[in-house]
Every structure is written in C-alpha cells, then in structure tokens.
C-alpha cells in the first residue's frame, strides 16, 4: 500500500543514506521537507539574482504546496505574483521574460495541467535557439510542476508526463527523489543554459525530510546516480519510484541473495547513457520501472537503448515495471502503481530466466 | 450588537465588509430572517449599501429588468483616419505635420517592400526560393507602426504570450522600451491570443498589441472568424485601451501607434490597435485566391483603396515627388534588391553538421554521436545529397 511506501521512505531518507556524501562541505544545514527545499532553492535564486522572477497561480500567498511560502513579502510583488489561470500563458509569458536575459521561473500548478502549454513548451521554447541561429534564446526559463501519484490524486492530479517532453529536442527534463536532491538539481535547472522542466514529486513534499544546506548548491543535470551498488541486477528508477526499487533491492539481498546496482536516473533528457550501460555491462540485467503507463513510457527509450549498446552483456530480456496503459486511476490506485511487489516479482523472473 | 460584532470578526475583516455587510442580512424581508431575529434587535437601514452590488468580481448599478446586451456589430468601433483615399488630409489637427525627408523615407520603404515581394514571389515560381509570402497592400501598416517605435523597441510577429513577457521584463529593468507584437485576425482567434491579453492586462505590461485585419486567413473570410465586431471591440473586455484605424492610411497607424507607445510606457498598460486593411496578394506562394475571391473585389482595393497611391498623393499635392522621382526611385529599388538577392544566392548554405547545432546551449553527447553517423554516412553516400550548395 502507498503508506508503506512512504513510511519507508521517510524513514530511508531521515537516515541519510545516498545523501551523506552529498553533504560535505557545503556548509550549514536545516531539516528541510522537499517542499522546504524547493523554498530555499527559489530563496537563493531570487537573492543572488535580481532579474529572477516566479510565477504562476495562486503562488503570492504561498501556492497550493506551500513551495513558495515568504517569497512574495521577501523579494516583492513585482516579482513573485499570480497569474491568471491559463497554462499556455503561464509558459509563454515565462519564454518572454527569458528570452529578455531575465530568469523567469514558473509553475504550473499540477504537471496533469501542462498539456494546454505543451505548444509553448515544444514549439516555442524548445526551438527558440535552434530556429534562431543562437541571434536569441530562452535559456534562463524553468518551469516546475507537482508531479506523481499522491494516494488520492485520480485521473487529473497523479500524472507523471515526462515522456511526453522526453520526445522534444531543446528542453532538459529533471526528476529529485528527495529534498536534498530537488535543491541541488532545481538549482541547476534555473543556472542552465536551456529551458528545463522539474518534476517535483508531490507525495514527498511533507512525508521526504532530510539535512539540507541553507546555501546554494548545484547537483549536475544529466548526471544518474548509482545510490547503491550491486552485481547481479541493475534497477533503474526516478522520483518517487527510486524509494520503491531501493526497498526492492533489500528484499532481493535478504530472499533471493541477489545484490542488485540501485540507480537514480535524475535527468531524463538528455539522459546519462554511459552510466547506465556501463551497470548493465557489469549486471548483465535491467529492470526500469515508473508510475507513467507502460507503452510509450520513458522505460522504453532506456530499454531499447541499452539493448543496442550491451545487447551481447544481457543475461534476460530488460524488464519495464510500469503504470498500466489506462489514465491514472481513482479508486483503483492500489492496482494500478507499480509497487514493490509487482517488481520484486518482475526481478525474480529476471534472476529465473 | 454583540452578535453582529462576533460575525463581523469572523466574517466582516477578510471580505472587507466590517459590521456593514452583515447588517444586509438583517435588512427587513431579506430571505426572512428578520422575522427569526429577537423582537428586540433594531433594523436599520443604510440606503447607499443597499444600491451597490458588493461583489469582489465586478462594480457595477443593479438593474431589476431582464435585458441581455446586444452586441454591437453593424455599428461598431469607429475607424480613425487622417487622410481620404486620395490622399488629402481631412482634419488638419490631425496631419502628425512630419519633415519631408520623413515621408519620402515613408514611401520608400513602402515601394521598396512592394519591389521586393514583386521580385521574390517570381523567384519562387521560377524555383530559385522554396517559399515566400507577400505585403501587397498592407505596406502602411507595417511602414506607418515601425516608423512610430524607437530602435530599441522589441518587435515580436506572433508570440503573443512571450511578447508580453519580454514587456514585463522590460517595465521591471525600467528599460523604457515597448514590446510591439504583430498578428492578424485570423491568430486572434487562437489562445494565444487570450493569454497574451489577459495577462498584459492583469500585470500591467507596456505592449501594443497590433491586429492587422486584412479581410482573409489564407481562405477563410472575417465572417467565419469571428461574429462580434472584429477585434478591437475585445480589448474593452480584457481592461486594454484600443483603437481600430485605417491600415491604409500611413499616418493613422503612425499617429495611434504613437500615441499608443508613448502611454504604454509612461502608464505600464497595453494598447491593442487593430488596423484594417486588405490582403490584395495571395496568402502565399502556395495559394491562388481566385479559389475562394473575385477578382472584382481584389481590383477594387488594388485601383481604390491602396496604402502606396495614397501617400503618393499626398506626397505629391505637396510637391515632394512627382512621375519622373517615381520612375528613377524604381529602376533603383529593382537594382538594389537584385543585387542583394543574386549576392545571396551565390552563397553556399552552411555545412550540413550545423543540422546539429543550437538545440542547446551546449552539444550533448547523444547529439555528437548523430553528428558523426551523419558525417561518416555522407562519406559512403554523399553522391545522393545536394553536398555542392552547401560548405563543407
């Protein structure tokens, strides 16, 4: 059930693994939520650059995920301040800013609410370089958006599209599985170069706490991390969905003694190739698995990549633990994610092939 | 009263209401509940309350007849014109009075744009360009705005959303710059262009927004665009300030587009100024209008109505120009965008592994693996690729 899901992964976080070797050397820390650690990563930027802007709606008072919580009463209204609601203006608008050299950092209130700006976001942003020659670009716009199954989310507010925007040249795609993780890597997106996406995952926003340092600090954009090595099977997961493979590997290790690589892929475009082919050149197996449905989903850009780059290392063909091909469901929810039982089944079968 | 200060605590100070607004409830017959408040209590009345509605979404009188409003299209917004169609000043106060070097560079620009579209559109039906897409007639409009705006104004075609962005940035770096975002009426229809004006509005940013309303959308005629009166009459819905003008007359668009830049900047609000005119070429070079227009109708505006005739003669009635000026600035013009042209045609195109360039900031690695198979497929089978009109 997604309650054991997230107490587990409270209680992975709070004991610091895979971000304590993060930590060194960057000063004073706080307990932050991933919500807390979005607020201090908009705090910096907002500080340390004075053309940096947020908005979107509902985010004066705070937003609907209290992400942006004191900003408006810091920085001012000229520059943290309401939108009307209307998706495609929101992003456009955003380009517009960034197309002028000012960092512009919207928000879309719930990544399920991104489609009417997928024009802007795909035919505009992604191409303004490219169909400029360089003469402009609209490299300084980020947009975040809540993302992910939350226990009650439904059809229209659960939705994981990043592989919608994994089709689209121009953009960069950014998933945190915690909060140490979203500061650094949201930190990164609004300091690069090119328009980004970051996907916060909505269900970690209270229940992910960790020491988190209260100054700025970048986390490299296409960079997966391996949070946890291993020989025999290479898992493969962002988001929410690392905490769920993490817990997979321990069930692995203690039933089956199968030790497992843990890899959280962090950036899905452009996405690090090299170190997740060089796992599976070592593990010889590859299971992926996300919440987003299973036909088109991102899973099967990794899955067909690394079948031709280490076709002659696999030991079993790669397994994809997804979502099922229907929209989110409601009540159905339990069913429909791709929990840890369905991928330590999916990994016995790999180990039994 | 104690009752009425405990709600208005809860209630009052959030809807900015104070004790008032729940002493509306209390107005005798209001939905009845005067008659289950105590015998005690005392009603009273506050006339002024009582007329105005208190909703935070509109101000505005009550009306206790039931009236729709009927949306005013046969006699809509008014045109502004400061010239007739032969060119002669109807209200001298509004001539903008502008130096003659001014208005010839007016009336060259305009001639100028007309040769060059003349010699592309034949450079496209004779396979030398892929594409072009003309300007006959709506020369005045392009001339008489640009000649309005500073030269470090920004100039958005289309991007409506982005252009009004671009415009709060500049309020915000104090950069005393309009943002101009040019459309025509058939984009207005998009959503686009919703989001641009609402949010233009709500936040307050220096832009024109310019419509230019040429009477068709490739094919598709302004009566099944839209049914209200075009699109000036949308801006008083959004909160903007706005103007239809005669597209066709040089020193209307000049003189709104003035007027409109100068309180865009000096207020931080938008304009919106649709500007009529009429597209008398076709849509583009893969269009024939015949398909859906008379040739009658394109004639009319060619012969009665055109932006270039008119500020002919106006220029010359003042003796700025006459047949022979005329004839020499042609000869002129033809040579000079000939010469351009042909200069740019003997210019090979850059090299092919510039495919791969500028999607980022940065080439990543996936992007330079595809360069290279590109490269290394055009060294077996470069003999099936056009590779002499491009540099190497």
Not at chain 2, 367 to 379: F, G, P, S, V, W
């Amino acid at each position: 059930m997604m309650d054991d899901v997230i107490n587990q992964s409270v209680l992975w976080i709070q004991a610091g693994l895979g971000t304590k070797m993060g930590l060194q050397d960057k000063g004073q820390t706080q307990k932050m939520n991933l919500f807390q650690a979005v607020t201090s990563a908009l705090d910096n930027s907002l500080a340390k650059d004075p053309t940096a802007v947020i908005f979107g709606e509902d985010v004066a008072f705070g937003g609907v995920f209290r992400c942006t919580v004191g900003l408006r009463d810091k920085y001012g209204k000229d520059r943290v301040f309401n939108t009307p609601l209307c998706e495609q203006g929101i992003v456009g608008f955003g380009i517009g800013i960034a197309v002028t050299g000012a960092t512009a950092i919207a928000e879309i209130q719930f990544a399920d609410y991104i489609f009417p700006a997928f024009d802007q976001i795909v035919n505009e942003a992604a191409k303004y370089r490219y169909r400029s020659g360089d003469l402009f670009n609209c490299g300084s716009l980020t947009i975040r958006a809540p993302w992910g199954c939350v226990g009650h989310g439904a059809l229209y507010h659960s939705q994981s599209p990043e592989a919608f925007f994994a089709h689209c040249p121009g953009i960069k795609v950014v998933v945190p599985r915690s909060p140490f993780q979203a500061k650094g890597l949201l930190l990164s997106c609004i300091e690069d170069k090119n328009p980004c996406i970051f996907f916060e995952p909505k269900i970690l926003y209270r229940a992910a706490v960790e020491q988190v340092p209260v100054e700025p600090y970048s986390i490299p954009l296409s960079q997966a991390e391996v949070i946890q090595e291993g020989s025999d099977v290479t898992l493969v997961a962002w988001g929410t969905q690392v905490h769920v493979i993490r817990e997979v590997a321990s069930m692995a290790q203690e039933k089956l003694g199968v030790s497992c690589e843990v890899i959280d892929l962090r950036t899905i475009l452009p996405w690090d190739m090299d170190t997740v082919c060089k796992s599976v050149i070592k593990t010889g197996r590859l299971l992926i698995s996300h919440e987003a449905p299973l036909t088109g989903g991102f899973a099967s850009e990794i899955s067909s990549t690394v079948q031709e780059e280490c076709f002659l290392n696999l030991e079993a063909p790669i397994s994809r633990v997804c979502g099922y091909d229907t929209p989110f469901p409601h009540i159905f929810e339990p069913f429909y994610i791709p929990d840890k039982w369905k991928c330590y089944d999916a990994l016995r079968k790999m180990i039994n092939y | 009263m104690a009752v009425a200060a405990a709600a208005a605590r809860v209630w009052g100070s959030s809807r900015g209401l104070g004790q008032a607004g729940l002493l509306l409830l209390r107005r005798p017959g209001a939905r009845g509940l005067a008659r289950s408040l105590p015998q005690r209590q005392v009603q009273q009345h506050f006339p002024s309350l009582d007329d105005k509605p208190q909703f935070p979404g509109a101000s505005a009188e009550f009306v206790d007849k039931l009236e729709f409003i009927q949306p005013n299209v046969i006699s809509g917004i008014p045109v502004y014109r400061v010239m007739d169609r032969q060119g002669q000043i109807i209200n001298p106060s509004e001539d903008p009075h502008l130096p003659q070097e001014k208005v010839l560079k007016f009336y060259k620009s305009m001639t100028l744009l007309n040769t060059m579209d003349r010699i592309l559109y034949e450079s496209q039906r004779q396979g030398r360009i892929s594409f072009y897409m003309t300007n006959y007639g709506e020369e005045g409009t392009h001339v008489g705005s640009a000649a309005a705006l500073d030269n470090t104004d920004l100039v958005f075609g289309q991007y409506r959303e982005a252009a009004v962005g671009a415009a709060y940035a500049a309020k915000r770096a104090n950069a005393n710059r309009v943002v101009i975002c040019y459309f025509g009426e058939g984009a207005a229809s998009e959503g686009d262009a919703h989001a641009g004006f609402n949010f233009a509005a709500t936040l307050e940013c220096p832009i024109i927004f310019f419509c230019r309303n040429n009477g068709y959308a490739i094919s598709t005629p302004t009566s099944e665009q839209y049914r209200g009166d075009g699109i000036a009459a949308r801006g008083p819905g959004y909160g903007i300030m706005s103007i239809r003008v005669d597209g066709n007359d040089v020193f209307a668009v000049y003189n709104a587009t003035k007027e409109a830049r100068r309180r865009a900047v000096a207020e931080n609000q938008p304009f919106l100024i649709e500007a009529m005119t009429y597209r008398i070429g076709h849509h583009s070079t893969s269009d024939d209008s015949s398909a859906y227009r008379s040739v009658d109708e394109v004639n009319y505006w060619d012969k009665q109505d055109h932006p270039i005739s008119r500020l002919r003669h106006y220029l010359q009635s003042r003796g700025w120009w006459d047949e022979e000026q005329e004839k020499a600035w042609r000869k002129q013009s033809r040579k000079k965008v000939m010469e351009a042209f042909e200069q740019a045609e003997r210019k090979p195109k850059p090299s092919p592994s510039l495919l791969f360039s500028d999607v980022y900031q940065e080439m990543p690695a996936q992007l330079r693996k595809q360069q290279e198979a590109l490269a290394r497929h055009l060294q077996t089978y470069g003999e099936h690729y056009p590779l002499d009109h491009f540099e190497k």
